[in-house]
């Protein structure tokens, strides 16, 4: 299907402002996060109990960002890139199942290596669908995607290609994770060791900037892709087994190398003409 392309930019003659949205992502969340971890660390006290905000970084950021350069028209265009359509529909098959092919195999791992594995929901599997769509919601996707990959991915990808706008915008990912993993909750961070979430989430960027480059610069399957990575390892015990967690981290390297191999480093597409980087912010 042919399709109108989106506008060049939401900041058309300014650019998109990577530095300042980097700043307010970080400012924001870890505004949140490290009075928490610092507090849990033993080395502050008295810190106030902050609402569970931390997480919006990004999409604030983006938000702020668009509507100071081009109004609420901005912000309003933005927001429509995450219920886009005007991409080929099989596009959703790898942001839906490719992160659950890569955790079930490693689950069988896990079962093969560990027989104490327990699934808390089987008794009461409703709470499979339930949870996907909690996660989508409120469990990354929507607090994250509108910056991550609505408006920091574009520019950076412009400048260092596909492969490398995916891995620089998946350590700037993993990196804005860190206090989380000093904060005691029941997110997969804390006591976890970050190098392995680090490699897992900078890879999970790069297959992210492959489907985005090839369904028209829609948010919808980044979203979708993101509650399905964060679905399958929140619902499916793999990261209580060593070997699995290795066993997911070798398949996301090799599922990465013939995305990248197959479809090229440069644009991570092989339509003819196709632009590597549509920012339609």
């Known amino acids: 299907m042919t399709t109108e392309p989106p506008p060049a930019s939401s900041a058309e003659g300014a650019g998109p402002k990577v530095g300042l949205f980097l700043l307010l992502t970080f400012g924001w969340s870890w505004g949140f996060w ?45 927001a429509r890139r995450a219920i886009r359509l005007d991409f080929p529909k099989r596009w959703l098959i790898p942001a839906l199942f490719l ?9 069988g791992v896990a079962i093969a290596t560990d027989a104490s594995l327990s699934f808390p929901w089987a008794d009461n599997p409703i709470v499979l669908p339930v949870a996907f ?37 998946g350590l700037a990912w993993a990196v804005w994770h860190i206090p989380l993993f000093y904060v005691p909750s029941e997110t997969i961070y804390y006591q976890n060791p970050f190098l392995g979430f680090a490699v897992s989430i900078t ?11 090839n369904t028209n610069a829609s948010l919808l399957p980044a979203l979708l892709f993101h509650a399905s990575f964060n679905w399958s390892q929140g619902m499916f015990p793999i990261l209580d087994s060593d ?7 070798g398949l996301l390297v090799f599922t990465t190398v013939v995305v990248v191999v197959y479809w ?13 980087s549509r920012s339609g912010l």
């Open 34 to 78: 490290v009075p928490k971890a610092l507090a849990a660390e033993g080395l502050v006290e008295g810190v106030p109990v902050l609402p569970e905000l931390g997480a919006f970084g990004p999409t604030v950021a983006a938000f702020i960002l668009v509507t100071y350069t081009n109004g609420i028209s901005g912000a309003r265009h933005l």
């Open 99 to 107: 992160s659950p092919a890569i955790v079930f195999i490693s689950l």
């Open 133 to 169: 769509v909690v996660i989508f919601f409120l469990g990354g996707p929507v607090q994250e995607e509108f910056g991550w990959r609505g408006y920091l991915l574009d520019p950076v990808q412009k400048r260092l290609s596909a492969l490398g706008g995916g891995l620089a915008v």
């Open 203 to 213: 890879l999970l960027s790069v297959l992210m900037t492959w489907v985005y480059n």
């Open 243 to 249: 070997l699995a967690s290795l066993t997911l981290v």
């Open 264 to 276: 090229g480093p440069t644009s991570l597409t092989r339509a003819d003409g196709e632009s590597a």
